[in-house]
Every structure is written in structure tokens, then in C-alpha cells.
């Protein structure tokens, strides 16, 4: 903005707006100093009082990162890689198919019938019926298919009523309303019937199935904002619907992309509740590691931060990293017209 223009702010509402903003990046970064402060303290520094700098109100210790690193190294590492695994198997996999779901529901044109979806949640019911009554799950599976297709064929024609796309979107996001508590027992029943308890594959799958409505809530806001006649000029060249997907819409909306990763990480990497019914002394990611450090001994905060520390930095420094990718893509949609 010109320095001669009327709306130009004055030097004491500057003065004023970087004040505010100092203040406000104290109060969040705050936190964080306090983790660092109290990974280098002494037990009695902690019980003592708050004590805010080092070198003037207590001595640094390094004696919480050997300890970490030392007695508990191997229990870190197993929960840091079991994270680390999950966390972007999960989110990558959820940014694919949200991905092309989103590209589908903003490009093509659904009517599924009413019919049919209903006959695809009893068939799925009928299923979970029968592996609960003891059929083998691969039998079950053969069953539900055959009478799937079956019904499809006979009673779900007769339907004629149909959703659109935005009540497919509707209902993706809609299960993001469904609190995790309601559907954790049951996966809990699923994954020990299929084998996979304790695994990294059963918090991959479940985690996916989560934020998936996420990635294709946001992108679909995101590919909407894209021209069509884009394509439509590629289509007239001779491109494949693919070619116009992988070469111009993705790259298009990177920044999108780049933000709903970030945003999908941060949910699987954070992740508790699932984790916790899910996951005992194998499959144990670093949130579960934090709370059992809160155990039968007391909260011991100076090995607590070390270890909260090591988990947040990584998620921090991709943020900085891919801030400007994410500044985009979060403000999408924001301004239309």
C-alpha cells in the first residue's frame, strides 16, 4: 500500500499492530520454551516453584535427554518408528484416495440409488453377523458378495430414487460427526478376528478411514476452485482423463494438497484414543508414550518434555518448512466471486 494513500496505517497504529503481534507470538510460543526449560532441570528445580531462565534461576541439566535416550532409548525408538510408520503410511494413503475422490465429486456426475446403498449396508451387516456367529471372515466375505450382487440385480433396479454428489460429500463428512469411542469396541472385535491387533496395518487402516472425509472435504473445495476449461482445452488435444489429472490439476493444487497432508499428519501423529484400544506393547505410538509416562510414579515433567519435545519438533519444522504451501491452501475458498 502507497505511503500517501488515506488508508495507509499510522506509525502509532503500527507501533500498536507489531506490539499486539509480539504478544500474541509470546503467548503461543510460551509453551514450547516451557518444554525446553524443563527438559534441562533438576527434579528439585521442578518442585521448587516455577523458574523461567536458565543460568539465573537454576543450574541446566542435561541428566532427562540420557535418561531418555539412555534407559528408555529402545521403548522411544519402537514408539517414534511405530509413529512415524503410521503417521505418513496413513496420511499418504488418505491424501491419494481423498485426492481422487475429491477430483471425482467435483468432475463427474453420481446418482447412486437408495436401493442399492441399502442393500450394501444389510449385506455388509449380514457380514459382521456372521463372523461374530463364528464363520471364517474369508467365507463371510464370499457370501456378502455373491448376495450383493444378487440383490443389485434384482431388487436394487427397482429403485428409483437417487443421491447426488453433494450427498455423497454430505455423508463423508459426516462421519467425522460419529465420536471414535462408538466405533473403537467394534474394531477392536474386527482386527482381533482378522489377526491384525497390535499392528501397525490396523492403525494405517483405521487412521485412514478417519481423516479420509478431511482430505476430501478440503480438496474438493480446492479442485472446485480450479477452471474446468482448463481441461477441456487438454481434452480437445487429445489428453486422457488421467494425463489431465496427473499433469494439470495436480499440479495446480499443490498448495491444497501440501496443506491437507499437513493437516492429516497432524491428526494421525496426535492420535490417541484408537491408538490406545488398538495397539498395546508393539504397535505403541509416542502419544501412548507420553501417558504412560504419567504412571504408577508420578508425573515425572522433566523426562516428560524431553519426550514431547522429540515428538512435536518434526510436525513443527515441516510446518515452517511448507508454510507457504500452507498458507495458500488453507485460504482457499475464502475469497469468491
Known sequence: MRQDSPFAPSPLSKVLS?????????????????????????????????????????TPS????????????????????NTLVVALASSLLTLILGTMAAYGLTRFTYRPRVGIILSFVA?????????????????????????????????????????????????????????????????????????????????????????????????????????????ECAQIDGASRFRIFASIVLPLAMPGIIATFLLVLVFAWNEYLVALFLSKANAQTMPLMVSAMSGTRGTEWWYMSVVILIMILPVIFLAILLERYIQRGLLVGAVKG
Open 62 to 81: 542435561s541428566h532427562a535427554w540420557k535418561y531418555v535416550f539412555g534407559p528408555l532409548g529402545s521403548s522411544i525408538f519402537n514408539a517414534y518408528r
Open 123 to 231: 449385506c455388509i451387516l449380514l457380514g459382521v453377523l456372521l463372523v461374530a456367529l463364528g464363520l471364517p471372515w474369508k467365507l463371510a466375505l464370499i457370501i456378502v458378495l455373491v448376495l450383493f450382487f444378487l440383490v443389485t440385480q434384482t431388487l436394487g433396479k427397482r429403485s428409483r430414487r437417487s443421491l447426488g454428489n453433494s450427498d455423497i460429500a454430505f455423508w463423508m463428512i459426516s462421519n467425522r460427526i460419529l465420536p471414535p469411542v462408538v466405533v473403537v469396541i467394534p474394531l477392536y472385535v474386527l482386527y482381533q478376528q482378522l489377526g491384525l491387533l497390535d499392528t501397525p496395518t490396523a492403525l494405517i487402516i483405521t487412521y485412514t478411514a478417519t481423516n479420509l472425509p478431511i482430505a476430501v472435504w478440503l480438496m474438493r473445495d480446492y479442485f472446485t476452485g480450479i477452471p474446468q476449461e482448463l481441461e
Open 18 to 58: 507489531y506490539l499486539a503481534l509480539l504478544v500474541w507470538a509470546v503467548v503461543v510460543l510460551f509453551p514450547i520454551y516451557w518444554l525446553v526449560v524443563t527438559s534441562l532441570k533438576e527434579p528439585i528445580d521442578v518442585f521448587e516453584g516455577p523458574k523461567y531462565l536458565p543460568f539465573v534461576d537454576f
